[in-house]
């Protein structure tokens, strides 16, 4: 007799913007299902038409009441990114699974508090890196794990998105330093941490340049930067949000002594150039994917790789501690921006910021 696993059960706080892919990836994994949601806003909750069955899913405005209440396998955190610290803290008490939505953290302080209390209540915090889950991503990632680029000398990312004043006036927290974190802790978080994830090596210095384009938000819309990592690799980085009218690029390149990859399109999902070991990759499309948005389809495959681990107990690649040096990254660039002055990231006074600043 086949034995019937019971679901998941899965409750989300935040029903914003980026809910929608969260309710999509859960509805379409057998092994979760949707038990309730949570918004200060209550007319956020009602104004959910695609959801199916939206009134027998409940339905919450106070966040410690739904934790108490509910006793979810996992609790899904899309809040404004300044209140994940304190949403983790809290849900720790209750839940032993946490999504989180990236970035971690605005402060580097409360990160680091983060990793703190939820390692000492055996709380497993998942942050959502759905593009590490991109086809040419996994493709470049296998590569560099067979060492066919040999070794890798520079790494470059550029993200040339657009979000004009109308984008940062949709909700207050959009744009301002300790709730948003600019540029660089929003909309490039996923490409610093892709950038960190594929070289795998500690981060010796960091200098950067900022600036605004849409001047009227109080963070930084445009960053450019490079990074020194231990084992010689150099890299830069170019972001910005102030590419008008649409978004252009959102690209990864990585040139080795025996090779080079270019991810590009507006969100690492085509594989542009691959060439290793006297060998060039001609089926690129097997490799591409052409999803609607920015967001892609990584959504879905992040979910079914979080319900594997959670279900079969492996460890987890997409923890806190995985990701604080792309939080100590961001911070450094600010810093280096803010000082006019190279940072040097082995030193530990450079590491304990308690927020994101121009
Ligand atoms: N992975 C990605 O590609 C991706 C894409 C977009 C957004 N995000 C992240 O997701 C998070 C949310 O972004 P968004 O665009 O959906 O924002 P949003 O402003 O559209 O939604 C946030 C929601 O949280 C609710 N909220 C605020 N405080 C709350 C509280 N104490 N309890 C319950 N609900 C509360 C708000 O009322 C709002 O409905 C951000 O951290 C953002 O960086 C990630």
Known sequence: MKIIKPKLSVGIVGCGR??????????????????????????????????????????????????????????????????????????????????????????????????????????????????????????????????????????????????????????????????????????????????????????????????????????YDTVIGNVKFSNNTIANIEVTTGSLPKNLEGSISVFGQKGTVVINGNSVNILEHAYFKNKKIDKKNIYSEFPKDVYGFGHQRFYSEVSKIITNKLNNTFSLKSSIQCIELIHAMYRSSKLNKTINLSSKKNKSFDKMEA
């Open 18 to 219: 980026i809910f929608k892919k969260h309710y999509y990836a859960i509805s379409r994994n057998k092994n979760l299902v949707l038990k309730s949601i949570c918004d200060i806003n209550s007319q956020k909750l009602s104004n959910l038409n695609f959801v199916k069955n939206l009134d027998k899913i409940n339905k919450y405005t106070n966040l410690t009441l739904f934790l108490k209440k509910e006793k979810l396998d996992i609790c899904v955190i899309c809040t404004p990114s300044g209140l994940h610290p304190k949403h983790v803290n809290l849900a720790s008490n209750y839940v032993k699974n946490i999504i989180l939505e990236k970035p971690m953290s605005t402060s580097l302080r409360l990160a680091y508090g983060m990793i703190k209390n939820t390692e000492k209540k055996k709380c497993n915090v998942f942050i959502v890196k759905q593009n590490r889950l991109n086809k040419p991503v996994i493709f470049l990632k296998d590569i560099l794990a067979k060492k066919l680029l040999g070794k890798i000398k520079l790494i470059t990312t550029r993200v040339r998105w657009s979000r004009n004043l109308e984008y940062f006036n949709q909700a207050k927290w959009r744009g301002k330093w300790k709730s948003d974190g600019g540029v660089l802790a929003n909309q490039s978080s996923h490409y610093l941490d892709l950038l960190l994830w594929l070289i795998n090596s500690k981060i010796k210095s960091v200098s950067a340049l900022s600036t605004k384009i849409v001047d009227k938000i109080e963070a």
